[in-house]
């Protein structure tokens, strides 16, 4: 890359926010979709690892790197991504969980990648101890927690203020290690100064570690990951995302099932015609099972006040995913 200024609108893109007729009949109140799962890579993480590994090629802007990234799958993924666009080598270790599929995606892309450990902690270890210290023209790309990666996902509510005329009363995603719902709180807080929207996080039990954070009142960390949803399988959120669950009143935390998770992939596949992993179906799980007006605490009002809110649900996508794989889900659980 040398001297070139590398041009983040290659990285990721402006996604969609399109009105959903299925899912808000299913809701009970006006949803709309932020389609992160277009961005180059599958999943929102373009969007974050693009703009910290931006912002890396911006501060060694006369010499290459090789850019280094642990992930269960989709982090990993986006780092390849944007290291081919970036014309840079990249290193990437996931853990013993991620699926054969996501690494040949990120193999096909250029990248090295390395298989180590039990769960994203394990193999994030293995990269900084074995790998990242013995290369001087290493850049470590976190998958969640880092500023930059923070800011990129931010953005994400710029786009929402631009593009929905109506207020928007709450925003659903879901929570792994915390990169995206950090970029959704800061973008909450520098573009809505009165009343905030609900930001509703959700986890699936079994890699439920906010939750399990503010239900205990202290940061704490999972004995382990359990959930079929491994792309929210950080056994610890970072420090930021605890302190937002600590500061923000309008920052809800919801668990569901892995069952429900099945079922937001399957239904949101029949409702929107489109494949997101089962971390992505946790989110929209909540739009079905009734979660989402709990959360919001709007049990108290009127169906016909309800039916006037307005909802986004950070469609995250996610490219663990196939057809065969739901098929599977459907079964093991007993989803129609």
């Not at 932020?34 to 931006?54: D, H, T």
């Not at 990248?111 to 210290?133: M, N």
Request: proline share 4%; glycine share 10%; net charge neutral.
């Amino acid at each position: 890359m040398g001297s070139c200024d590398p041009e983040p609108q290659k990285l990721f893109i402006e996604t969609p926010c399109i009105p959903s007729a299925a899912l808000s009949r299913a809701a009970g109140c006006n949803i709309f979709l932020k389609l992160e799962n277009l961005q180059p890579s599958g999943s929102f993480k373009s969007r974050a690892v693009g703009y910290m590994m931006y912002r890396a090629m911006l501060a060694k802007p006369a010499g290459n790197v090789h850019f280094y990234c642990s992930s269960g799958g989709n982090a990993g993924l986006a780092c390849a991504t944007a290291a081919a666009v970036l014309a840079q080598p990249c290193t990437i270790v996931v853990p013993l969980t991620t699926a054969a599929r996501m690494m040949d995606k990120m193999r096909l892309l250029g990248a090295k990648v390395h298989q180590v450990g039990t769960h994203w902690a394990l193999a994030d270890a293995y990269l900084r101890s074995e790998l990242l210290a013995h290369d001087a023209a290493g850049v470590y790309v976190p998958p969640f927690d880092h500023a930059h990666i923070w800011e990129g996902a931010s953005r994400i509510v710029d786009e929402l203020v631009a593009q929905l005329a109506p207020a928007i009363d709450g925003i659903v995603c879901n929570c792994g290690g915390g990169g995206l719902l950090n970029g959704i709180m800061a973008g909450v807080e520098q573009n809505f100064g009165g009343k905030k929207p609900t930001v509703v996080a959700v986890e699936t039990v079994g890699a439920d570690s906010l939750n399990a954070s503010v239900r205990a009142g202290k940061h704490v960390t999972l004995p382990g990951i359990t959930s079929i949803a491994t792309s929210l399988g950080a056994p610890r959120v970072s420090e930021r995302t605890f302190a937002w669950s600590r500061e923000a009143p309008y920052l809800k935390s919801v668990v569901v099932t892995d069952a429900e998770a099945v079922m937001g992939s399957v239904r949101f596949a029949d409702d929107a015609r489109m494949l997101v992993e089962v971390a992505c179906g946790a989110t929209i799980a909540t739009v079905y099972n009734g979660d989402l007006r709990k959360a919001m605490g709007c049990d108290g009002i009127s169906d016909e006040e309800w039916s006037r809110k307005n909802v986004v649900v950070i469609v995250c996508g996610g490219s663990n995913v196939t057809l065969q794989i739901l098929r599977d889900y459907q079964e093991k659980y007993g989803v129609k």
